[in-house]
């Protein structure tokens, strides 16, 4: 028989009969309603999770990884407020059981039950996933990456003790809030979640409000692997800055008890704590797990005899709030309510083609209050001197730094983050005097871990502000990419559109710099930005058009709710000149700070026929110097920057193509992998003309003479240019 329903039987048999396991007396502060109430929500979970794996064995269900023996969690909701912001575990169903209590008209069981069934009227993913999640309950949507939503709580409580000093238009957390963030024992240990308590840990140590409460559900078990008894207490008992709480989840009593404990200290002193709860994990990992391939039967059935539930109906009756025989009523009931509620959602509609899975991939855009933008005076005010040298042609450095300013200036809810880029400027310099205009909560120094930069930002966005975390390197982006490609992209697509976190992330990076750093500062590999669903890759190649995409990200994110990666070419940061030394050719002019370019426009440099050179970045630089040398030798060319290389411009490219009667493709990136593989099959699939691509090898950067070796470089274009034309006999 499955365990399932060995558990169910059991929980009939040894109610009827009056059985309970031993425990301690109801104690604490729990009135009967509340009690009740959260031994209703366990009974419901435990229905739903019997009923997903009927539901799954039919054919109609798609998702078993369940609640039961971790009903405890129901306490804690109880004890917490509607406004306090969860991000759950993926076994706490009975969180969002409980907290739908605090808001009228909620219809729980058919809503999770349509998740379930992944039905389209599923009311947080549309029917994309089975995961836990409400708008109106406060509960953003996870995923099962292992704790890899705990960076973002951390970064949601941050913002909470800074809307007292800026507040966004769309902060959604009240200053009283605390963050909830609930996982598994066995995901402490992952590098993920201790990032986040260092982090936490830090920020606290430092005096600075976090109103965080972590808790670790701990069941002993990961899928397979035990948590040694005693490990978690061990770890967090003494942390520094994280203040230690432990009840039995058997004990809804207790549980509910030291939860409002751990709260009321949140609130008070607005410093993090960890509630770590005990539970037991009921029927296995998922559906198709065996515990007992693993565990000792023996095992198995000590876990199963302490069911969380018949502790429950225990207490009940031992502090007079209900006998057995109602609490055995409800069991029931629930069961038969689930059993009629799931034969009717089996029936509704689901997703059926791509374009209806893809649409919430894209967020809503939102309305965002209208701004004349800062007066002169302002202005004048914030850039004092350095405004006399915006007539004078600059280097890409300086006008991001100035681009920056001004869209500080203009958006109070602008924050940047990252690792020196405060009270330093940035390793180039082109954070410089930030910190002394906006000071510290607005350019925010943090710890060296790019997971908790990112996370930082995702958190932030929950609630109002526009981030702009910068990661130092490009390669340091490998760190903790999970946080864009597993959180912050798959938000609005698994929340149906209705959480999102837009930011925009500056990321210095690709190669050309000469005798610096080899690989870990010149990585020119794009791959792991290209290929995330709804991100958009913004890559400038000059000054002006950095300062004017640079805004149109920063407008992207506030008012499409966009996630956009701003990367920026390190070579080019302090390049001044073009064809020859003192040219200035690369230096521009401060735009206007009402100007744009708008997502998918393209550069057009020449008006050439015989030859399109397509590039970007230090590309465009490069080929913009081959230009000039193959019209010496009588060939007319124009070179096309692309701006944005995700997603790619692809009708603005063909346009700039023209007539063109070749095209030359020249990518920085690598062969294999590179932007140049998107652009070869769209000029495959749409131009009659011969084309040919020049990419770099797929190789690691050197450091020293041969920096630039693998990449393309002026010669390289050249002839490539004339080989591909047939004039290069």
Avoid at 19 to 48: E, H, V
Avoid at 640 to 667: F, N, Q, Y
Wanted: a neutral charge; aromatic letters at 8%; charged letters at 20%.
């Amino acid at each position: 028989m499955d365990r399932a329903n060995i558990v169910h039987q059991n929980f009939l048999d040894r109610v009827s009969a009056e059985d309970f396991p031993d425990g301690k007396a109801p104690t604490g502060p729990i009135t009967s309603q509340q009690a009740i109430t959260i031994f209703r929500t366990g009974c419901l979970t435990r229905a739903l999770d019997r009923k997903s794996r009927e539901m799954q064995a039919q054919g109609q269900g798609f998702y078993t990884i369940g609640s039961s023996g971790h009903e405890g969690i129901a306490a804690i909701a109880a004890a917490l407020r509607l406004g306090d912001m969860a991000f759950l575990h993926y076994r706490d169903a009975a969180f969002q059981i409980q907290r739908s209590e605090m808001v009228p008209g909620q219809s729980i069981t058919w809503d999770m039950l349509l998740s379930f069934a992944c039905a389209k009227e599923d009311p947080i993913s549309g029917g994309r996933h089975k995961v836990l999640g409400s708008k109106k309950l406060n509960i953003p949507p996870q995923t099962s990456t292992i704790a890899s939503h705990l960076p973002k709580a951390v970064g949601a409580a941050y913002s909470i003790g800074l809307t007292k000093k800026v507040a966004p238009e769309h902060q959604c957390l009240k200053d009283d809030a605390i963050v909830i963030c609930s996982f598994g024992d066995a995901s402490v240990n992952h590098s993920t979640a201790q990032g986040a308590f260092n982090t936490a840990q830090w920020t606290s140590y430092q005096g600075i409000p976090l109103s965080l409460l972590f808790v670790c559900e701990d069941n002993g078990i990961g899928i397979s692997t035990k948590t040694p008894k005693g490990w978690v207490a061990a770890s967090f008992k003494n942390r520094e800055g994280i203040k230690y709480f432990h009840c039995d989840g058997l004990d809804i009593f207790e549980t509910y008890k030291v939860a409002s404990e751990a709260a009321a200290y949140i609130r008070k002193t607005r410093k993090p704590a960890f509630l770590h709860i005990r539970t037991v994990r009921l029927y296995g990992h998922a559906g198709a797990d065996i515990q007992t391939v693993y565990m000792d039967r023996s095992e198995v059935e000590a876990d199963e005899a302490n069911d969380p539930l018949l502790h429950s109906v225990r207490l009940l009756n031992e502090a007079g709030f209900l006998p057995p025989s109602k609490s055995l009523e409800i069991y029931k009931t629930t069961t038969d309510r689930v059993a009629s509620v799931a034969s009717q959602v089996i029936k509704r509609p689901r997703l059926s083609s791509a374009e209806e899975v893809m649409k919430s991939i894209i967020p809503p855009t939102r309305p965002c209050r209208q701004s004349n933008g800062p007066t002169p005076k302002e202005r004048a005010d914030l850039f004092g001197k350095e405004a006399n040298a915006m007539e004078n042609p600059q280097i890409m450095s300086r006008l991001i730094n100035w681009a920056l300013k001004d869209l500080m200036l203009e958006h109070d809810e602008v924050v940047m983050m990252g690792q020196d880029i405060g009270v330093k400027g940035g390793v180039y310099g082109v954070t410089r005097g930030l910190h002394d205009n906006f000071g510290a909560r607005r350019m925010i120094d943090t710890l060296l871990d790019e997971q908790s930069i990112l996370g930082l930002s995702i958190g932030m966005a929950h609630n109002g502000f526009t981030p702009i975390p910068e990661i130092q390197f490009l390669a340091y982006y490998h760190n903790a990419e999970d946080q864009i490609r597993g959180e912050a992209a798959t938000l609005s697509f698994f929340s149906n559109g209705q959480f999102t976190n837009p930011m925009v992330i500056r990321i210095a990076g690709l190669g050309y710099q000469k005798g610096f750093g080899g690989h870990f500062h010149n990585d020119n590999s794009l791959a792991v930005l290209r290929d995330v669903p709804g991100v958009i890759l913004a890559c400038p190649s000059n000054g002006a058009d950095a300062a004017k995409m640079l805004r149109e990200s920063v407008r992207l994110a506030r008012e499409e709710q966009r996630i956009v990666v701003f990367l920026e070419p390190i070579a080019l940061y302090a390049t001044q000149d073009l064809h020859g030394v003192g040219d200035g050719g690369w230096m521009q002019t401060y735009p206007d700070a009402s100007e744009r370019i708008a997502l998918g426009d393209v550069g057009i440099h020449g008006d050439g026929k015989d030859l399109a050179i397509i590039s970007y970045a230090n590309g465009c630089y490069l080929s913009l110097k081959a230009q000039k040398k193959l019209a010496d030798k009588g060939i007319n060319a124009r070179v096309i920057d692309l701006r944005w290389l995700t997603p790619l411009p692809k009708e603005k490219m063909l346009e700039a193509i023209g007539s063109c009667k070749h095209v030359l493709i020249v990518d920085e990136t690598r062969r294999s992998g590179g932007v140049s593989e998107s652009i070869m099959t769209c000029l495959a699939e749409n131009i009659q003309v011969p084309f040919e691509r020049l990419a770099s090898e797929d190789s690691f950067i050197p450091t020293g003479p041969a920096y630039a070796s693998t990449m393309p470089s002026q010669d390289s274009i050249i002839n490539a240019a004339l080989k591909l034309i047939g004039e290069d006999k």
